[in-house]
Structure formats: C-alpha cells, structure tokens
C-alpha cells in the first residue's frame, strides 16, 4: 500500500480546495484523501514524488507543540544535511551550533510562528506519495531596540505530505492514523543538540 497513491502533478495545477485542516476532500479521480490540495507555501511550483521505504525525513518543530510531527511540512536529507554544513560554516562567528538559525532561513519561518527548538526525525517503512517544490518567501520581522529589522528568507526545497496531519476536537494538529503506519520513529533532539551523527545515524550516509 502507498500513502496518497494517486496524487499526481495534475493535482497541483488544478486547487480544487484549500482546507486549513490539511484533510481536504476524496478526489474520485485519483482515490486519493486530499488529492485535490494545492500546497499553499509552494506557489512557484511543486512535483508528485514517491518516497522509498529507508529514506529519512526532517524536520524542526515548535517546541510548544505535543507531537512534532503533526505537520505535512518536512525536509529531506539533503535539506538537513544543508542546514548542519551552513550552521557549522557560522559556528565560530556566532558561537553556537544551535541549528534553528538557519532551519529557520531554509524552512522558511518567521520567528513568530515557531521557535524551532526541537528536531524530529522519521523513516519511512512504506512508499508515500507527497509533493516537492519551493517554498514561498517569507519576510521576517525583528525588533532590535527602536529599530525594525526585515529578514527575507527566500526559497528552498521543501516537502509536503498530504495526509499526515489533521486538527483535533480543539483545533490542535495531530497525526492521522493512516500516516502512523508509514514512518518509523528515529529520534527527537533539541535544535541544539541535533548533529551530524544524529544525521548520519538516520541516513546512513556520512556528512
């Protein structure tokens, strides 16, 4: 079985529903829940893609948030292989290893929606169906004394997979049941602590 096995490029193309639960609606065409869902963040364009059973997916999450992984927003390992090389190459300047900084600018999230302080880590077990594309601009901004400070993070590659999240009795996100079968639990790490073994652990690949 495939998570959203009959998502197509065609979906992207054609918005048959913007639904703020990420749940949508049965598409008869394609059988699929949610088929007809256009990404909102990915405006410049988007491909179906499958993912393999063994590939490991990223992604920096609120620490607020009871389950992390309640979002059909991820990063491929490449994404987070980016993000630990970027953080490493500032490390000296800004004193910190604390990827979130730059999770932040590749993701792109401003900083009121989400302090990005905690990492999870999954693995697929069964092929999904998702869409890869770029994400939105997003202009962030910082107070800094009197001063308004703007910060433009531009696009980059993201993931986004219909079907894995839904809101609940109060309006909280939370994992659908038929995602539950289809990722293995890796890891769950602060931003700060999430490092390149944690990467290669995942991936087994070395950065």
């Known amino acids: 079985m495939t998570l959203n096995a009959g998502l197509q490029d065609a ?3 054609h918005w048959a529903q913007k639904d703020a ?6 598409d008869p065409k394609s059988n699929v829940r949610g088929g007809g869902i256009r990404p909102p963040g990915m405006p410049g364009g988007a491909r179906a893609i499958t993912l393999q059973p063994g590939q490991a997916l990223f992604r920096w999450a609120s620490t607020r948030v009871s389950d992390p992984s309640a979002s059909p927003w991820w990063s491929s390992k490449r994404s987070a292989q980016g993000i630990l090389r ?4 500032n490390a000296e300047a800004y004193q910190s ?3 979130s ?9 401003a900083r009121g929606w989400s302090n990005l302080g905690k990492v999870i880590v999954l693995r697929v077990v069964a092929p999904v169906r998702c869409f890869m594309g770029m994400g939105k601009p997003v202009e962030d901004d910082l ?7 703007t910060t433009r993070y531009d696009e980059q590659l993201q993931l986004y997979i219909p079907n894995m999240a839904e809101r ?3 309006n ?14 890796v890891g769950l790490y602060t931003s700060d602590e999430f490092s390149s073994w944690q990467w290669s652990k995942a991936t087994g690949l070395r950065l």
């Open 101 to 109: 900084g730059v999770a932040r600018s590749f993701s792109g999230v």
């Open 97 to 99: 290893i604390d990827t």
């Open 168 to 170: 609940d009795a109060n």
């Open 86 to 89: 970027e953080t490493y190459r």
């Open 143 to 149: 107070m800094v004394g009197d001063e308004k400070v």
């Open 21 to 26: 639960n990420l749940t949508g609606s049965w």
């Open 11 to 13: 979906h992207y193309q």
């Open 172 to 185: 909280r996100p939370k994992r659908t049941v038929i995602s539950q079968s289809y990722f293995a639990f």
